[in-house]
Every structure is written in structure tokens, then in C-alpha cells.
């Protein structure tokens, strides 16, 4: 398996696929030793070797190592040229080489253009960042004791599939000389480190997504399709609209992927039997729209919209202003929060809202409770069961079923390390830096215990994310986007047709997903009406 993926991250070109990728390229004669990429580069090329060769280089550990030597007619560059991120990894020219250059802009064209090329080269680019990320490499380092500032930048860089290494200052005991070489006291994490420079002390969200490129600025005037959300239905709509020629643009308040994004194995997602992670299916849906030519801008929060001249402007909290034909919201939903006392004081310090690799490292040996009757839920459970040694699943009602897939339900009944626990809710949650105990109660006796956990994980009720919204823009009294007949009959809809399916109160607004009223809440059902929307998106930009 490992020797299949190698040829794959590395194909050597024939002489027509070096033909076709010259009539796009500049040539460039390279000295030994000349670089020719550096690692954080913002600014950086496709390149094909026609003599000589270039060797690839990664610093993430402070040291050198070599991650590929391309030589005649091999090509450089991986998932960052498509994504617009800076670039990971360093290329040095060795001995006298010639080289072709392609712009990213170009690399895309071409993998529109050219299909089965651009098969090939998107394969390579996937299979090349999954090979660097199961080496050594380190990425980006994390220098932080357990904390809330140090989980939640460890949280942002995995939620936007940065790789990065986190080292627990409490633990390592070479941190102190690590962190006195960069010139850095305890005082100063959590600090962000990328080989032997420290960028960023407790950065925040923001500075953070721009040192790493993941924020970008939206920068046509008039976009076709705006898409507010990254979720399933967002994501589903971005790729549909650009691949069909729609100016499309997806911000997000926090990192594409949505709920579904932070789910650990969904197996009930058509075409993978075997299933997928929720961020795995985001990330490959993600570098699937930005290579039709979607602009992603995350994080980027919507204060407001408003309307001018049949455009709807998506003004963000930052001041920046992007006008669009058609908008569609995608914002989803956010689980509801318990109502329990201190469980403020213990977010990101033991009260967490998905079941990551993230999460994971903070409660691997502890037993942990799982708050949730649905299949985030029951993913969650399972999960995690298989890396602690007890879950406790909390459910308000009596019903396993209720809300969740057999397939889960059945598992969770048969595991030996899950205890079910109905009737139940947390009353009290207990510990001094950070979470060592909670109190359960039983609803129906009132009877309660103590359980020991440093985790509490919580899937509960579903808050819709619509505060951002114009009057215009009809809900019901939760919060949930009307749509279709529910607003034939508003005051702000205009008589002379009836709404789309999907269309909201104001024309040309459409809504899709977990945050319109009535849908069903499931990856595949967003991700249809998500498709669903475009199709009524060219019908009203046609009549128009």
C-alpha cells in the first residue's frame, strides 16, 4: 500500500503530458543550490523538471530533512497550490537544472480543461500532503500547557486541516530548553512555532488564520453566489455553483465543515462503506470547490446584510462589504449548552462540543460522558470507546432509538465499555483548573452519583445560526429559515410567482441544510438540498 501511494504522490510525465503543461509554463534556468521555494512562501509556482532536479526539504522540527528529490519530467507542489495556503515545504535546485514554472491560477484552469491530467496531478498533490503528514513532519508546534487558550488554538488549527504538533509544556521535559532557544519563558504560551522560529504568542483566532493563509480576502466586486456556512448543504452548493460557471464565494465564522466537519466516523454516508470522517469528507469537499474556482474566507463572521439595487451586501464584522446576486444560508445549527453551573468555567477545559483527535489527547485514560440522544451522539460514543476505558452515554428520556441509527444504537448496546444511563442529567460539575467530576442525577428518583471524568462531551438540541439575519428574511419562532409555501404568503414576498422550494421570504435568498425549517438532519439530506439550490439559483438568475 505504501509503494501504491508513493507512485501515486510521484508519477514520472510522458512526453504529450509535459507538451500539454508547457504551453501553460515559463521556462527557468536554476543554479545549484538556488531556492526556489521557501517553506511559508505565499507566493509560489507549479513547477516541471526538464534537467537536472530539485530537491524537496522540510524544517517543521527545526532540522532538514529531504521529503523528495523530482528529477526529468516529475513535478512539484501538492494540495497548497489549490488551496492558496503558503507552502509547507522548501525546493533547492541541485546541480544545474531546468525547470518549467505554471501560475495556480493556471493549475486550476488546467484541471478544468484537461481532466485526466488534472486527475493525476490532484491525486498526486492529495497523496503528497497525506505522506508528509504521516512522516514525521510536525508542522506547526503548539507550545502550551493544558489551557483554554492553548485548546482553542489547537482546536482552529485542526478544524482547518493545518498540521501541527502540540507539545504539552506540562509533560515535555525538554520544553524548557525549546522554549529558551526561541528566547520564551513559560509566561508566554501558548506560543505558535513553525521550525526554528516562534511566530505568534497566544495569537488570537483571527491573527492566527492570517499568519497561515487560511483567511483570504473575497476580492470580486459582485459575486453570483454568496454561500453563508461551510457545512455539508454550503459546501455541497459551492462546489455545484462554480463547477457551473457561478461566481461563488463561502465564508464561514469559524473553519468549513460545519457539525458533520467534527464528526468522527459517518458511516451512513452514501459511496463509503467503510465510512469517513466528517472532517475528511469536508476537506476533500473544500479542495473539490476551490478547484472549480470558489473563494473560501474563514473565519470570517456576518454581522449583517442588507439590500441594495436587487443585490443582497454581506457586510462582516470586520467592515468588509461583498455583494452578491443570490445568497444562500447554510449556517446550520450549534449544539444547545448545558444549563449546569461552572460548565462556563470548564469549556475547553473539559466540557467540549465534538469528539476529535483534538479532544482526545485531554481525556485518553479517563472515563468521559457523552450528553446526547442522536447520532452525533452515538459517533461520538463509539469513538471514543475505543480509546478510554468507560463512556458514560446520558440520555434525558428513556429511548435509545428514539433519535439514533440502529446500526449505532445496536453497537453502543452490545459494547461492554459503554454504560447507558436514562433519565439522567448533569447536575454539577466539580474541579479546580479543570474538570475532574460530575454529578449525575436521575430524573425520575432524583437519586444521585459522582462520576470521576475529565471530559464531558455534549450533542444536545440544536440552536439555529440565523441572529445575523434582516427582518426581511422570515423564521419561526426558534430561529429556523421559512422557505417555499411557509412564505408564499409574507408580507415581503412579491405576488406575481410563487417561491422556490428553497427560497426564502426575500427573492433571490435561499436556504439550505440544518438551518431551514423542516429539513431533515442528515449529511446526505443537506448535502442534497445544498445541490438542490443551485439548480433553483440559475432558474431565478435566468428570469431575471
Known amino acids: 500500500m505504501a509503494d501504491l501511494q508513493q507512485k501515486v504522490a510521484f508519477p514520472t510525465l510522458d512526453d504529450l503530458q509535459v507538451a500539454t503543461l508547457a504551453k501553460f509554463g515559463t521556462r527557468r534556468v536554476l543554479r545549484d543550490g538556488e531556492l526556489l521555494i521557501k517553506a511559508g512562501d505565499r507566493e509560489y509556482k507549479f513547477f516541471v523538471v526538464e534537467r537536472g532536479a530539485v530537491e524537496i526539504v522540510e524544517h517543521s522540527s527545526g532540522d532538514t530533512k529531504r521529503v523528495a528529490l523530482h528529477e526529468r519530467h516529475a513535478f512539484g507542489g501538492d494540495v497548497s497550490l489549490v488551496t492558496g495556503r ?44 497525506e505522506l508528509l503528514v504521516a512522516s514525521d513532519f510536525q508542522g506547526l508546534r503548539v507550545l502550551g500547557a493544558p489551557s483554554r487558550d492553548t485548546f482553542r488554538i489547537r482546536d482552529f488549527l485542526a478544524k482547518n486541516q493545518v498540521p501541527f504538533t502540540w507539545i504539552d509544556t506540562t509533560h515535555d521535559p525538554q520544553v524548557g530548553a525549546l522554549l529558551k532557544g526561541f528566547g520564551l519563558t513559560e509566561a508566554d504560551t501558548p506560543v505558535v512555532v513553525f ?79 467503510t465510512g469517513i470522517s466528517g472532517g475528511e469528507l469536508a476537506n476533500r469537499a473544500i479542495l473539490q470547490a476551490q478547484k472549480f474556482g470558489t473563494q473560501f474566507s474563514s473565519p470570517s463572521r456576518v454581522a449583517r446584510v442588507e439590500f441594495e439595487n436587487e443585490h443582497a451586501v454581506v457586510w462582516l464584522d470586520d467592515g468588509e462589504r461583498v455583494s452578491t446576486r443570490c445568497l444562500l444560508i447554510a449556517t446550520g445549527a450549534e449544539y444547545r449548552k448545558l444549563d449546569v453551573p461552572q460548565r462556563e468555567q470548564f469549556e475547553g477545559l473539559g466540557v467540549y462540543y465534538a469528539a476529535t483527535p483534538t479532544e482526545l489527547q485531554l481525556c485518553r485514560g479517563s472515563e468521559v460522558v457523552v450528553v446526547g440522544g442522536g447520532n452525533s451522539a452515538g459517533q461520538a460514543v463509539m469513538y471514543l470507546s475505543e480509546q478510554t476505558p468507560r463512556v458514560y452515554l446520558l440520555l434525558r428520556g428513556g429511548g435509545l432509538r428514539k433519535h439514533m441509527s440502529s446500526y449505532l444504537a445496536d453497537r453502543i448496546e452490545s459494547a461492554d465499555n459503554i454504560e447507558v444511563l436514562s433519565e439522567a442529567e448533569i447536575c454539577r460539575m466539580l474541579g479546580d483548573q479543570r474538570l475532574e467530576a460530575v454529578e449525575i442525577k436521575n430524573s425520575r428518583t432524583g437519586e444521585t452519583h459522582t462520576v470521576q471524568t475529565s471530559a464531558v462531551f455534549t450533542f444536545i438540541g440544536a440552536i439555529p445560526c440565523t441572529e445575523w439575519l434582516p427582518a426581511q428574511i422570515e423564521t419561526d419562532p426558534k430561529g429556523f429559515v421559512k422557505t417555499g409555501r411557509l412564505v408564499s404568503s409574507s408580507p415581503h414576498w412579491p405576488a406575481d410567482r410563487e417561491p422556490f422550494y428553497l427560497e426564502t421570504s426575500r427573492p433571490g435568498i435561499f436556504a439550505a441544510g440544518d438551518v431551514r425549517l423542516g429539513s431533515t438532519k442528515r449529511v446526505a439530506s443537506a448535502v442534497g438540498e445544498g445541490a438542490m439550490a443551485v439548480q433553483f439559483i440559475h432558474e431565478y438568475l435566468g428570469a431575471r
Not at 503558503?86 to 493556471?106: M, Y
Not at 488534472?118 to 497523496?127: E, K, T
Not at 461551510?230 to 461563488?248: D, F, K, N, Q, R
Open 86 to 129: 503558503p507552502a509547507l515545504i522548501s525546493a533547492i535546485a541541485r546541480g544545474d537544472t531546468e525547470i518549467f514554472e505554471i501560475s495556480s491560477a493556471d493549475i486550476r484552469r488546467i484541471m478544468g480543461e484537461r481532466p485526466a491530467l488534472g486527475d493525476l496531478l490532484l491525486r498526486a498533490f492529495i497523496a503528497r500532503r
Open 195 to 273: 521550525g526554528s522560529e516562534p511566530l505568534l504568542k497566544n495569537p488570537s483566532t483571527r491573527a492566527l488564520a492570517d499568519l497561515i493563509g487560511v483567511r483570504r480576502p473575497l476580492s470580486q466586486r459582485v459575486y453570483d453566489l454568496v454561500i453563508v456556512g461551510g457545512g455539508p448543504a454550503g459546501l455541497a452548493a459551492a462546489v455545484y455553483g462554480s463547477s457551473e460557471g457561478l461566481a461563488t464565494a463561502v465564508i464561514d465564522a469559524a473553519a468549513p465543515g460545519g457539525q458533520a466537519g467534527t464528526s468522527s466516523k459517518i458511516e451512513n454516508y452514501l459511496g463509503f462503506p
